[in-house]
């Protein structure tokens, strides 16, 4: 029903910033919330953040204060603003849309913070 695509993802050095997209396409009207995981090497996957169909947002611990989850309606595009990042950010982020009825990801896209 749902679609996603992650794009935005490179090698950034620490302090420097990036943004993630997610773009969706299918039945975007049904999605009540929107999340942004990602996955570490050799890691379990965590969960960083979520915006509502509402827009309410929150945030994991770990990246409150330096992430700004957001939406374009107009574009059906989910945006994650990612700033003062730390080498421990590197991962695989992935994107997620959840209804009643339908759970959706996308395939990911690596973000890798060195010097």
């Known amino acids: 029903q749902v679609q996603l695509v992650e794009s935005g993802g490179g090698s950034v050095q620490p302090g420097g910033s990036l943004r993630l997209s997610c773009a969706a396409s299918?039945?975007?009207?049904?999605?009540?919330?929107m999340h942004w995981y990602r996955q570490a090497p050799g890691k379990e996957r965590e969960w960083v953040a979520l915006?509502?169909?509402?827009?309410?947002?929150n945030y994991a611990d770990s990246v409150k204060g330096r992430f700004t989850i957001s939406r374009e309606n107009a574009k059906n595009t989910m945006y994650l603003q990612m700033n003062s990042l730390k080498p421990e950010d590197t991962a695989v982020y992935s994107c997620?849309?959840?209804?009643?009825?339908?759970?959706?990801w996308g395939k990911g896209t690596l973000v890798t913070v060195s010097s």
């Open positions: 997620r849309a959840r209804a009643l009825a339908m759970d959706s």
């Open positions: 299918g039945s975007v009207s049904i999605i009540d919330v």
């Open positions: 915006i509502t169909n509402i827009g309410s947002t």
